[in-house]
């Protein structure tokens, strides 16, 4: 399978990221109060990351919303959740590999057929790799310098089973979304 990763690279960050967004270039204001809030998430549409994230923001208890006083606006927001589905996504070329690869090897069509499946499934797999650098990209230039840090997370985690180890709950993707003061000390 290492072959195909070779054969057929998805969006890179990199590529997303040229032309930066505008997002990036705009500065925090430092009339901002960048206060403390609580952790947030947004659940995924899915158990892939190429359904991506709704495009709203995270649900918060505080008021006004820690968007509003951490500068991240409605278009700053919709782009990066657009980005991620897009570095989850599989690219074209991706799609003909999964569909041709079987042909290729002479697998029969029942055995084609899931051979077919399984390399989709392996691709879409591999797709946490972009969508995590891609978050790194837009935490140091975007979500720092507001005091704020984004993980991709799946789960979550019931911790409160009595029977055995934490099981999953569901297996969809999530971002979380916390306060990280900035290094600079002003946050």
Known sequence: MGHVKNIAPGKT??????PPP???????PPTLPY???????????GTTLDLGFPYIAPACPMLPHPFV??????????????????????????RVVANVFPILFGFGIIIGLFATLGI???MRRKKKGPVTQLIDHWNHLFFHPR????????????????RGPPRT????WRLAISFRPHMSGWC
């Open 13 to 18: 960050p990199a590529k997303l990221l040229t």
């Open 22 to 28: 505008s997002s990036f270039t705009r500065p925090p």
């Open 35 to 45: 206060g403390q809030f609580p952790d947030m998430e947004l659940i995924g549409k």
């Open 69 to 94: 006083t951490h500068d991240v606006n409605e278009d700053d927001w919709r782009q990066f959740l657009h980005d991620i589905r897009i570095a989850g996504s599989l690219s074209p070329m991706n």
């Open 120 to 122: 989709d499934n392996y």
């Open 147 to 162: 005091c704020m840090h984004i993980t991709l997370e799946k789960g979550p985690r019931d911790r409160h089973s009595r």
């Open 169 to 172: 709950i569901d297996k969809n």
